[in-house]
């Protein structure tokens, strides 16, 4: 209990009790986070809101940012899977095969939140 976020718990256990959408933990092992991982992955990405999401990398983790929003840490999971801590979701690109990714899910709190890769 000492690292657990109680508002997620409480959130989680709402969901539950009114039948809406919801998400459980899953264990992973976390991997390291090589230029390899990371090159396809980089860039900008919009939501059908019209959001940007903009996907970089620090030494240790990717990061997801909403300019003036948000910026959360992504840590690898596989090549094309990321734990998001700051909303105990979890980020998954899609279309990654040897060229850069061409979706990225951001699931949290039972929802899916996908944004399209931004030509430059």
């Known amino acids: 209990m000492d690292r657990a976020r109680l508002k997620n718990i409480v959130d989680d256990i709402t969901s539950i009790v ?4 919801y998400d459980l933990p899953v264990e992973r092992d976390v991997k390291q986070l090589t230029d390899e991982i990371a090159a396809p992955l980089l860039g900008d990405y919009k939501f059908e809101d019209g959001t940007t999401l903009s996907i970089t990398r620090n030494p240790t983790m990717l990061a997801a940012a909403v300019p003036g929003n948000y910026q959360a840490g992504l840590i690898a999971l596989s090549n094309t899977e990321f734990y998001m801590p700051m909303t105990e979701g979890h980020v998954t690109f899609s ?14 709190s039972g929802q899916d939140h996908v944004a399209v890769r931004v030509e430059k």
């Open 95 to 108: 279309g990654v095969k040897g060229k850069p990714a061409e979706k990225v899910n951001l699931r949290y």
């Open 18 to 21: 009114f039948g809406k959408p």
